[in-house]
């Protein structure tokens, strides 16, 4: 979608869309102080700034718990709806169903998502919904005082909960096997990969799940913890380097991301994301190489984060079901009821 220029005298701050950084905030947050989640929301309100969207085009969305406050905390502009626990996919589902031309950004946690809200997630997930899924991970419930999620690594000890003796759920694993065309996993703690992450599952037609490591300050701050801090800045195994070029910029590839094995992936709207390998060569495009990173990673205790992997040829919702051009939304009954002589057509070899 064309953007409109700033008009002439605009403020120098203002995006393509003529709104400046504040048109995208929202309310002050009422989470705790530090609280990863906090980072995510400041993180998504640049991306869609930079991205020039306009806020009227998105459709918020939400469960319950800590994560699913954080809608509230940007983009006070766009439409929300906040649903009940775990029944987040089918709220946005019917919702995107009836007007295609909105765009769904969803805020869910571990809890929403993994435990009572998993059979909706795996069902959006096959429908391939067009919205960013992203997932608010930090191993605990924090709004009802610090048990175990279904995310929790198998023998952490927190105060007043015991040990956990379950192994945890990994959602990009159940991402990948449920057929999602986007999976990407990153770290509240490296705030530059979560903006070009939010980027590029923005610029996808489909589901696009982001499943990001959210430290917990208050119930889960062990160093030793897997959702913590600490242990995400000591473990973080990132992919590659990630950048996402917008369709209206020119494409420059830095002489650093030329020294080392670069791939690029074209989006629906011709952006393009830039992928610079680190350590070992890694194609996103792979869906078997994806699982196979996923379960290494288990195994070795390691927090890789980036794009695992992107489908862009998979049809969406709106193809899969031959939508009109307009939305089901505003469509008037002279466009919904069959003509008469049609009705009298079907009547007459049904009698």
């Not at 996919?89 to 909105?102: K, M, N, Q, V, Y």
């Not at 020294?259 to 690029?264: L, N």
Request: hydrophobic share 35%; glycine share 8%; charged share 20%.
């Amino acid at each position: 979608m064309t953007q409109p220029l700033p008009m002439a005298g605009a403020p120098a701050n203002v995006n393509l869309a003529g709104l400046t950084k504040n048109d995208y905030r929202g309310a002050p947050s009422t989470l705790c102080q530090g609280c990863g989640h906090n980072s995510i929301a400041n993180q998504i309100i640049t991306a869609m700034y930079e991205l020039s969207v306009k806020p009227e085009k998105v459709v918020k969305f939400s469960g319950i718990g800590c994560s699913s406050k954080s809608p509230t905390y940007f983009m006070n502009r766009s439409f929300g709806f906040n649903s009940l626990h775990g029944r987040m996919p089918s709220i946005a589902t019917g919702a995107l169903f009836g007007d295609h031309t909105l765009k769904g950004l969803g805020v869910s946690g571990d809890g929403d998502t993994a435990s009572i809200g998993m059979g909706q997630f795996k069902h959006i997930m096959r429908r391939n919904v067009n919205m960013v899924y992203i997932v608010e991970n930090n191993g605990v419930y924090g709004l009802t005082k610090g048990q175990f999620s279904a995310t929790a690594e198998k023998g952490l000890s927190l105060k007043k909960q015991g040990t956990n003796p379950y192994m945890p759920v990994d959602i990009c694993m159940e991402a990948l096997v449920s057929n999602a065309t986007f999976v990407a996993r990153s770290f509240a703690g490296n705030p530059k990969q979560v903006k070009e992450l939010l980027k590029a599952a923005f610029a996808h037609k489909g589901i696009a799940v982001l499943d990001i490591i959210s430290p917990c300050v208050t119930f889960n701050n062990q160093t030793n913890a897997y959702h913590s801090y600490t242990w995400g800045k000591d473990h973080e195994a990132p992919l590659h380097d990630i950048t996402y070029i917008a369709p209206r910029s020119e494409i420059i590839l830095e002489q650093e991301m030329q020294e080392g094995e670069v791939r690029e992936v074209t989006m629906h709207d011709g952006s393009i994301v830039i992928l610079k390998n680190l350590e070992r060569g890694y194609d996103p495009t792979n869906r078997f190489e994806a699982m196979r990173a996923l379960e290494e990673a288990q195994r070795n205790d390691w927090l890789i984060t980036g794009l695992i992997y992107v489908n862009t040829e998979k049809p969406g919702l709106e193809e899969t079901f031959n939508l009109v051009d307009t939305p089901l939304n505003r469509l008037t009954e002279a466009d919904l009821r069959p003509a008469p002589e049609l009705l009298d057509k079907i009547n007459g070899l049904m009698f």
